[in-house]
Each structure stands twice: as C-alpha cells, then as structure tokens.
C-alpha cells in the first residue's frame, strides 16, 4: 500500500460523486486503521498520513427575512420587543446581550461598549427604534438591562415571537441577518468585522454570498493588505 493508491481511491470516489465529507471519513479511518498497523509493526509508515482531502463546502449563514424582524418587533411585548430590536440592531453575541450594562450604554450617540470574545471591547450601535424600546423597558432603571434571563430564556423568547409568524429565528440567526445586512448595504467587511466582534477577517467571509461578486471582491481585497 502506497500513498499514490490511497490518493487514487481518493480521485475516484470523487468522481463518483462522494461529498467531501465522506471522503474525510473515509480517508480518517484509513489514516487510524494504517497507523494502528504501523504500531504493532505490520508497516513502515502510514501511506494515508500526508493525503490531502478536499475541504467541506462552507454553509452560509441563515438569514431572518428583515420584514419578518420588524413584525415581530412591533407585535410584541416590551421585553421581547427590546430583545429582538437589540439583538437586530446590534449583532451581538447571546451572551453580550446579556452583559449589557446601563453604565456601558451611551444613550446621547445610541452605542453600547461590549467586551466580547477574548476580552476584546468594541463599540455597537443602534436605531432610534431600539432606543425608544431600551428607555421605555428600562424606566429609569440602573443596571444589567436583561436581568434574569438566562440564554435559553432568550432563545424562547426569540422563537415563539417569530412562530407566531410562522419563521423560524434564533439570536443566532438574528446576527447573522444583521452581517448580511451590513454587507449588503455596501458596509466593507472591516467595518463589519469590528461590529461583529471577529478576530479575523476570515471568519467575516461567511457571510459573502458567492452570488454577490462586489462581496468577494471587498474580501479579497480586504485579505491582501
């Protein structure tokens, strides 16, 4: 058995039309079942340690039509209301939301200072519609904005508001709608980087559409400098 084998039954289940998941599989197991040979001392060297195997297709993020967003928002109660709006507005993380502190809130410019992943702080905004919901919610009151809330409270409170529509919703697909939003309007990708809490760049790029050519010129152009 011989590396150049192993990558021709690679190729030809490719051509067979076996997903690159499979092929990932299969070629993993290959890669234990010839190392477990190798350590009993049946074989010299494993042949499937160096194959390479083809990279499984990214999934793009799913999106919240923004129609179905603003009915929601106006179709709920206060704290809902607020939750969805923020959520929306900001793209923030679950978490993040529940973070949010009054002190960190800058009413006077609609912003919020997060501290995100790896302590990264970074500055979000959001709509005079948001910050109606956030001050009428609020009334006056001092502290965490969503107390008592834990992330699967949030999550419940996100699905059955957009069941009643009949659209399946997340926090998590909340965000994901706020990048495409973003990118879509003509944000650059740094710009929704940095809103979005990335490290990298590279994370921001699931959120071009192969279908949206100026996008992945805007990344393409962003990962070279």
Request: with cysteine; charged share 20%.
């Amino acid at each position: 058995m011989t590396q150049v084998l192993v990558e021709s039954y690679v190729a030809s289940m490719a051509g067979h039309g076996a997903s690159a998941v499979t092929i990932r599989l299969h070629v993993s197991a290959l890669r234990t079942f010839f190392g477990w040979l190798v350590r009993r001392g049946l074989m010299q060297g494993n042949p499937a340690r160096y194959v390479s195997t083809p990279k499984p297709p990214c999934r793009l993020p799913s999106c919240v039509p923004s129609d179905s967003i603003e009915r929601a928002i106006s179709g709920a109660g206060l704290q809902a209301a607020a939750i969805i709006a923020t959520l929306y507005d900001t793209g923030l993380r679950l978490s993040e939301l529940l973070s949010i502190d009054t002190r960190n809130v800058e009413k006077w410019r609609h912003a919020i200072r997060i501290v995100g992943k790896g302590n990264r702080e970074r500055i979000v905004f959001y709509r005079e519609r948001t910050a109606r919901l956030l001050n009428s919610y609020l009334g006056g009151r001092r502290g965490v904005v969503f107390p008592g809330l834990s992330p699967e409270d949030v999550r419940r409170i996100v699905y059955a508001e957009f069941d009643k529509l009949g659209v399946s919703a997340s926090p998590h697909r909340l965000r994901h709608s706020f990048a495409t939003g973003l990118l879509c309007g003509g944000a650059s990708i740094e710009a929704t980087r940095q809103l979005l809490g990335h490290k990298s760049v590279k994370t921001t790029q699931r959120y071009i559409h192969t279908g949206m050519p100026w996008l992945m010129e805007q990344y393409e152009r962003a990962t070279s400098l």
